[in-house]
């Protein structure tokens, strides 16, 4: 089994549809894949003049740092035109192709049927052509389109150990009753709650926007995204008159949605942190006034990048439960349950965790999480009470965080051992490498 160590087809593409702008969040090599974090693989990469003949072959093609209707868009204006996304030059009848899409999780129409006109177009074998993303449940989805001339994996990039750093950094020490040192000062931090929200997602512009009208804004560190407020509104306009064609929203709650745009246009944009790659993803603290805002926080409100079918868990998740506090997630269906199998709590006696995991309505989901954070402000202002409340959510942050560091610990030592003990920890991977 061979690698082919070669810079991104997928940034030449994108330079010859015009879009060099773009090329500063595409990784340039096959090795900056996920593939390539992986030093297990680390002898198997070669060179495109060292290639072996007549084995199997793995020529990997990375499309992180674009939007999938934005690059459906590309594909469909250039694709003749274009530098080939595919070189013919790696194809064979040994060669399997992986378009690796591992720091996202998408799983619509747009990137089901770019892939399928690509594996068309460049006439590419449907057995030896993989697209695999963050999406755990990627198959179930793509097995609900027509467009099945490709095969599907999850990567399961987003592991504990992708909030490592942030864990190193922290490195909170317990007492032997199961407190934290510093139980006592949880009751009286300064925000309720922190909701940390920069990718322009309609599920995430709307909740500010009802937080907004229930006046909740003022009790939370809260940032929106900073695109301009006309370019957020047709967004997130195109996004529910979708979710009213799919039915998963009603007229009323539509007309709801644009009351929730009308309150969050008086107040935005709302800045909490100067931004950079690392502190957005929260991989480190930015700085430090940043750090302790973050921790100042009762509890957490996770904005996941997804909040309908894909079952997409990324290192947002991660974020509360190294940092020892509790969480409210506005995502993907079965996300809480999916939590649970992995053997975390997920605070389901603060909101219905089942109905947001059944749920796909957008307009209930943020109304039941902006309730939650009504009652727990509300909570907060009877001292008794709001003790009762933390001595009972400590329990589950203490679980949740030796928990993490159980697995993570678990992650490390089997990465070490070998192949095969990263396999079964990661056991997508193990698909295209051993694809005949």
Partial sequence: ?????????????????????????????????????????????????????????????????????????????????????????????????????SAEGFCDQHMFKFLSQVVHHYKLNPQRTFYCNSTANITEIQNKTPYTN?????????LEDSMAELYESLNYEFVEDNKLFDIESNLQKQFLYSCLNNAPKHHRVLLLGCLAQKDLLQYGYVSSPNIPFDELFEKTITDLQTDLSNKTISISEFSQALEWLD???????????????????????????????????????????FAN????????????????????ILGSTKTHKHLEDLGYKTFDYLINTKELDTSRNIVQKITA?????????????????????????????IHNYNHFVSRLNKIKQQSILGLQEFFEIRPGYRLPLTAQ
């Fill in 369 to 397: 999480i902006c309730n939650t954070i009504q009652q727990l402000k509300d909570t907060k202002q009877q001292p008794i009470e709001w003790k009762q409340l933390n001595d009972k959510m400590a329990v589950d942050i």
């Fill in 263 to 305: 309150c969050l246009q008086s107040v935005y944009p709302i800045s909490a942190d100067e931004r950079n790659e690392d502190s957005i993803h929260m991989k480190q603290f930015g700085d430090e006034s940043f750090m302790n805002n973050m921790l100042n926080c009762d509890i957490q409100v996770i904005t996941e990048t």
């Fill in 309 to 328: 079918d894909n079952l997409f868990v990324s290192e947002k998740i991660f974020k509360p439960i190294v940092m020892c506090q509790p969480f409210l």
């Fill in 1 to 101: 089994m061979q690698l082919i160590d070669t810079e991104n087809p997928f940034v030449k593409f994108l330079a010859s549809c015009g879009q060099k702008h773009l090329l500063s969040n595409v990784p340039s090599h096959a090795r900056q894949s996920v593939y390539g974090q992986c030093r297990h693989l680390d002898q198997y990469w070669v060179k495109p003049q060292n290639l072996y003949n007549n084995i199997n072959t793995i020529y990997i093609i990375s499309l992180d740092g674009i939007g999938s209707k934005e690059l459906y868009a590309l594909w469909e204006n250039n694709k003749y035109t274009c530098t080939p996304l595919v070189s013919a030059e790696f194809l064979s009848e040994h060669t399997t192709i992986l378009f690796d899409n």
């Fill in 150 to 158: 490709f095969k599907t994996f999850c990567s399961n990039n987003f």
